[in-house]
């Protein structure tokens, strides 16, 4: 089993998520995020004044996936939430050693 966590722009959002279910990929977490990676930010101007704003706003995705559906997963984030511009995004994959679903206690893919 696998944990996905990807960082993309906010108007992907939506069209990642109707990707993702199209593909049969169910259930993920949405956390509103602020980061900066090679982007290093931006300047933005307030009541004529110029600013900078050192962390860019961006949706973190977190989906957890078997290890059969994980290309899946990622080639659909990647071809949904590519723009071949600089601030795309990241994708990491981390691997869970158990899931246990609270309400019936079932464990492993079936919690999924």
Excluded: W
Excluded at 31 to 51: A, I, L, N, P, S
Excluded at 53 to 64: A, G, R, S
Excluded at 79 to 85: C, F, L, P, W, Y
């Amino acid at each position: 089993m696998k944990k996905v966590e990807a960082i993309v722009r906010h108007f992907k959002l939506e069209d990642i998520k109707n990707a993702l279910a199209s593909q049969g990929i169910d259930g993920m977490t949405i956390t509103e995020v602020r980061g900066f990676g090679r982007q290093k930010g931006h300047t933005e101007m307030y009541r004529g004044t110029e600013y900078a704003v050192d962390f860019v706003p961006k949706v973190k995705i977190e989906v957890v996936c078997t290890d059969d559906d994980l290309a899946t997963v990622i080639d659909t984030m990647v071809g949904t939430a590519q723009t071949g511009q600089i601030g795309d995004g990241k994708i990491f994959v981390t691997s869970l050693e158990q899931i246990v679903r609270i309400r019936t206690g079932e464990q492993g893919p079936e919690a999924i």
